[in-house]
């Protein structure tokens, strides 16, 4: 297939641009603006690949998006923001990627009679003490990022119902794995206990999320795009649940640091306690998960410790103001003697 895969420069959509390119020899266009998170960086090892190319562009931009498209077999859409940090201090950039973005990749769509796949996250449906979350679940975002999300759903289903196009909608639980920005839980730490940096962990660290590894999340999406019925959503959780202070536990013993680097802080407006997501849909597609936790994290930590000429540039420029301003605490980069 010709797939143009949107967000393709960021930690997921690198993920699957170079599963499809190296597993299934598709012909890979991705379109990405290049914010702070999607990065040139993580295509590296794809740019001499035959049948990949790469266009610097906004979703919202239907000029960009029209160049990108052409002769496309269908359209993946991962551009979006996605740090709830940053929504709640910037909401606006959500409503305007997530929302307006979908929107003009959905014409696109429309227009050329494609496929439109749109990655989505299981936050939509809020939280749950209890139980897992199913495709029936009803959609309770508690965050911007979230609310827009579930908006961007909500575009994509009606236009399968209004307009016949073939969307469809796969939302996951929480990725980690290579060339994960460090605002996210797991690099984040990571990073900080190989710099010898506290790791802020919010409120009580008991919040519980559902992992799942980028590479597993993303043989999802393409056995979706390939098998899923049109008009439908489909959940792909992780193997695995944990509180977010185990996770902080176990990153600590695979860097051989100890338990005094840890450092509670106030914890975020509206953090969710729990997610759980159902995978039975997927399944019945013929995915599976296939790396574990502990096996997906111990790779992790490793890519980071080996993959500094990634990160570093990240940690001594705009994420490092970032940092700071979110904690109150000054990173360490490398050099410093304190």
């Avoid at 562009?57 to 029209?66: L, N, P, R, T, Y």
């Avoid at 797991?186 to 990073?191: E, G, R």
């Avoid at 176990?250 to 509670?264: C, M, N, V, W, Y």
Wanted: glycine share 10%.
């Amino acid at each position: 297939m010709r797939l143009l895969v949107c967000g393709g420069a960021g930690f997921i959509g690198s993920a699957f641009a170079r599963q499809r390119v190296r597993e299934h020899g598709d012909e890979i266009v991705v379109l990405d603006k290049l914010t702070y998170a999607g990065r040139e960086e993580n295509l590296r090892d794809l740019r001499a690949e035959p049948g990949f190319s790469f266009r610097r562009g906004a979703i919202e931009d239907a000029a960009a998006v029209a160049e990108a498209i052409a002769g496309a077999d269908a359209v993946v859409n991962f551009a979006a923001e996605t740090h709830v940090d940053r929504s709640i201090a910037e909401p606006d950039a959500f409503v305007d990627t997530n929302g307006r973005g979908t929107y003009v990749l959905l014409e696109a769509a429309r227009e050329r009679g494609l496929r439109h796949v749109q990655v989505s996250t299981d936050e939509v449906y809020g939280s749950i003490e209890e139980g897992t979350f199913t495709e029936e679940s009803p959609l309770a975002p508690s965050s911007p990022y979230s609310a827009s999300k579930a908006g961007a759903d909500l575009l994509v289903s009606s236009y399968f119902h209004t307009f016949g196009t073939e969307t469809l909608i796969v939302r996951g639980s929480n990725n980690y794995g290579p060339y994960q920005y460090p605002e996210k839980l797991i690099p984040l730490m990571v990073l900080n206990a190989l710099a010898g940096d506290p790791l802020p962990v919010y409120g009580d660290g008991m919040n519980v999320r559902n992992w799942i590894y980028v590479e597993d999340f993303a043989r999802a999406i393409g056995t979706v795009l390939e098998r899923g019925e049109p008009g439908e959503v489909y959940n792909a959780g992780g193997p695995d649940e944990c509180p977010n202070l185990e996770v902080v536990h176990a990153i600590l013993r695979h860097t051989g640091r100890d338990e005094s680097l840890i450092e509670f802080v106030t914890d975020r407006p509206g953090h969710d306690r729990r997610y759980s997501l159902s995978s039975e849909k997927v399944r019945g597609l013929g995915w599976e998960p296939r790396v574990r936790f502990d096996e997906g994290l111990e790779r992790t930590v490793a890519w980071y410790r080996d993959n500094a000429w990634w990160w570093e540039p990240i940690r001594s420029g705009e994420y490092r103001e970032y940092y700071e301003r979110q904690y109150g605490r000054v990173l360490r980069v490398k050099g410093d003697r304190t």
